[in-house]
T-cell receptor
């Protein structure tokens, strides 16, 4: 059972570069989320999706874009990376009345 | 807006001692509540969840939590801590309906250190 798979696991970017983080789930979950985790700040919601083709902003959406073209995939894009986006990014998915299933995270450093 | 407060940033206990991690939430409607655990370098694992019914819920690894509506709390407990319980613990609150359905708000986390 793969659950939620995030790629890549680690990445170093230069300021201004772009990249896409991929999240894939095999549980047929309707809901998918992207969070960032920073020391002392817990997890903060970036964007989320309640179904294929739909996305919505979370608590900290600036500088990020998302797409959910297929139910099982949720992509997070950084168009022009900034040092403030150095963080650990977690993807999660859930069904109705269920807790989240998390991926193992992507550690991103922007220099 | 929903919010979660975990008052204790860091807790240290001895192996075999009892544990209680505090969680207070703020939410206007009926919440659903979760506790997650995160080991270093890992993702978050669900320990237990509360939707409705019995206010004392049992989870994995011998953990339990009690929902107290009057105190807006959902504290996590374990009667006897093992060294392998050392990790960071997150409380989360979510909505059962409306436009916020499915979205969880997390507390800042409590780091648990276990002394032998």
């Amino acid at each position: 059972n793969a659950g939620v798979t995030q790629t890549p696991k680690f990445r170093v970017l230069k300021t201004g570069q772009s990249m896409t983080l991929l999240c894939a789930q095999d549980m047929n979950h309707e809901y998918m989320y992207w969070y960032r985790q920073d020391p002392g700040m817990g997890l903060r919601l970036i964007h989320y999706s309640v179904g294929e083709g739909t996305t919505a902003k979370g608590e900290v959406p600036d500088g990020y874009n998302v797409s959910r073209l297929k139910k099982q995939n949720f992509l997070l894009g950084l168009e022009s990376a900034a040092p403030s986006q150095t963080s650990v990014y977690f993807c999660a998915s859930s069904g109705r009345r269920q807790g989240y299933t998390f991926g193992s995270g992507t550690r991103l450093t922007v220099v | 807006a929903q919010s979660v407060t975990q008052p204790d940033i860091h807790i240290t206990v001895s192996e075999g001692a009892s544990l209680e991690l505090r969680c207070n939430y703020s939410y206007g409607a009926t919440p659903y509540l979760f506790w997650y655990v995160q080991s270093p370098g890992q993702g978050l694992q669900l320990l237990l969840k509360y939707f409705s019914g019995d206010t004392l819920v049992q989870g994995i690894k011998g953990f339990e939590a009690e929902f107290k509506r009057s105190q807006s709390s959902f504290n996590l407990r374990k009667p006897s801590v093992h060294w392998s319980d050392a990790a960071e613990y997150f409380c989360a609150v979510g909505a059962l309906g409306g436009t916020s359905y499915g979205k969880l708000t997390f507390g800042q986390g409590t780091i648990l250190t276990v002394h032998p």
